[in-house]
C-alpha cells in the first residue's frame, strides 16, 4: 500500500503506536478483533480499522501538494475535501476557498474563475456537468483531482453495466456529494435510480412485481431517477451499486433482494440475465472499518465513541452499528467533552448536538473507540487524553503513554 504524505499534525502519539504493532502482528488483516489498551484507570476499545483511509489520504497529499506548489495562485476547493471539520478548516486557514455547500449550492459563482486559477475536485469526484464548465473556462481540473480510485472503480463498474443494456440501481443519499457523482456519471451510460435503503428496495421490488401501480412511481421516486427513466421498460434488467460509504451490509441486503425480486418474476434459469452481481464495487476500507464495529459489538464496555464529521456518512454507520448495544457518544473532537460529568454528541436522528451524562464519579471505565474514515488520529489521540485528565496528572499521563 502507498504511504502518502500528509502533515505531521494529522498524526498521532497514541493511534499510530496501535496501529503499527496490529499491523507488524496481522499484516494480512485477518483478526478484526479489537485492541485493549489500559492506560491509568481507563480502558481504551479501540476498533482494529478505522481513520483515514488511502482515498482520504490521496485526497489530503494532493491538496497540500496543490497549496505547496502554487504559493501564487489562487486555489479552489469545488466542495468540502472530506467530510471533517478540522480537516476542512486547516485547508480554509492556507487560503483556499470552497465554490460549493455539501449539497452542491454555490457559495462563489463559476463566472470568478479565470483559466489561472486552480480547482480541486474532492475525494467524492464530482458530475461531469460539472466537470464540463470547469474545462470550458480552461482550468485544469486533472493535476490536483483527488476522487477516490474506489469512487472511480463504481463508476467504471456502472459504465460496464451500461454497456451490456442493465439498468443502475445506486444505494446512496441522493444528495451526497459521492452520489451525485456517481449518478451524474450512471446516467451518461444506462437509465439509473437512487434508493437509500432496503425500505426504498422493497418499494422498487412491489413496482418489478406489478404490485404497487406505476403511476406512483414519479412521486416516490421524484429527483432520483435518470431523464427518460421508463419504469415499465427499464427494471428489466438491473445492477446495483452504492455510494462507498454506505453500509455494505445494507447494500449487499438490497442487492439480494431485489435478486429474489428477480427470480420471482423471472425464475432461476434467465436469472443472470435480469440482474448483474455488482460485490465487487464495495469499498476495501468501509468493509474494513464496518467489520471492525461489528467485532467491537462482541465485547462489553461502558460506552463507546465515535469521533469524527457530523456530515460524514461513513462514521454516521458507525454511530448506527453501535448505539444498537452501548451509550454512544458521537462527538467532532475533544471539546466536545466539557466535564467529567457531560459530554455533548451529535444525534443522527434528529440531527443535533444533545447534551448527556459522560464519566461522572467512575473513573475505571471500559471506553470503546473508533472513528470515521475521514478523521485524523491525531483528533482521536486529543480525546483519549481529555479522558485521562480527569483522573490523571500531565505527568502521570506522560509516565502513561511512554510505557505503550
Known amino acids: 500500500m502507498k504511504q502518502f504524505e500528509v502533515p505531521a499534525f494529522y498524526r498521532s502519539q497514541i493511534i499510530s503506536k496501535v496501529k503499527a504493532q496490529r499491523k507488524l502482528a496481522d499484516p494480512r488483516k485477518k483478526d478484526f478483533s479489537p485492541t485493549e489498551l489500559q492506560l491509568g484507570n481507563v480502558t481504551f476499545v479501540i476498533a482494529r480499522h478505522f481513520g483515514f483511509c488511502y482515498g482520504v489520504e490521496n485526497a489530503i497529499e494532493k491538496s497540500y501538494k496543490a497549496i505547496h506548489e502554487n504559493p501564487e495562485k489562487r486555489i479552489f476547493l469545488l466542495s468540502q475535501m472530506i467530510h471533517n471539520p478540522a480537516v476542512n478548516e486547516d485547508l480554509i486557514s492556507h487560503g483556499l476557498q470552497f465554490l460549493q455547500d455539501t449539497e452542491g449550492n454555490q457559495l462563489i459563482p ?224 475533544e471539546s466536545e467533552i466539557r466535564s467529567k460529568e457531560r459530554i455533548h454528541s451529535f444525534d443522527i436522528h434528529s440531527k443535533t448536538l444533545v447534551e448527556s451524562n459522560f464519566i461522572g464519579s467512575d473513573s475505571s471505565q471500559r471506553i470503546i473507540l473508533t472513528s470515521g474514515a475521514s478523521c485524523p488520529d491525531s483528533i482521536v489521540d486529543g480525546v483519549m487524553m481529555k479522558i485521562l485528565s480527569f483522573s490523571h496528572s500531565e505527568e502521570e499521563i506522560n509516565q502513561i503513554l511512554s510505557s505503550i
Open 110 to 333: 463559476y463566472d470568478h474563475l479565470t483559466k489561472e486559477d486552480l480547482v480541486i475536485i474532492p475525494a467524492f469526484g464530482t458530475t461531469l456537468e460539472i466537470e464540463e464548465k470547469l474545462m470550458a473556462i480552461g482550468v485544469d481540473i486533472a493535476t490536483y483531482n483527488t476522487t477516490c480510485p474506489f469512487v472511480e472503480k463504481v463508476w467504471n463498474r456502472s459504465e460496464k453495466l451500461g454497456e451490456t443494456n442493465h439498468t443502475i440501481i445506486i444505494h446512496g443519499k441522493h444528495k451526497h456529494e459521492e452520489t451525485r457523482a456517481t449518478f451524474s456519471h450512471s446516467s451518461k451510460n444506462a437509465p439509473s435510480l437512487i434508493i437509500k435503503d432496503i425500505n426504498e428496495a422493497k418499494i422498487l421490488g412491489d413496482f418489478i412485481l406489478g404490485k404497487e401501480d406505476l403511476s406512483a412511481f414519479d412521486r416516490i421516486f421524484d429527483g432520483k431517477y435518470s431523464d427518460g427513466f421508463d419504469p415499465t421498460k427499464d427494471l428489466t434488467k438491473i445492477g446495483v451499486v452504492n455510494q462507498t460509504t454506505m453500509l455494505a451490509t445494507e447494500t449487499q441486503e438490497i442487492a439480494s433482494y431485489l435478486r429474489e425480486v428477480m427470480l420471482l418474476k423471472y425464475g432461476t434459469e434467465v436469472i443472470k440475465e435480469h440482474i448483474a452481481d455488482t460485490r465487487d464495487t464495495l469499498c476495501y476500507a468501509t468493509n474494513d472499518n464496518q467489520t471492525a464495529t461489528l467485532a467491537l459489538m462482541e465485547t462489553d464496555a461502558d460506552m463507546a465513541i465515535v469521533v469524527g464529521g457530523y456530515n460524514s456518512s461513513n462514521t454516521s454507520h458507525l454511530v448506527e452499528l453501535l448505539e444498537q448495544k452501548f451509550p454512544c457518544h458521537f462527538i467532532k473532537d
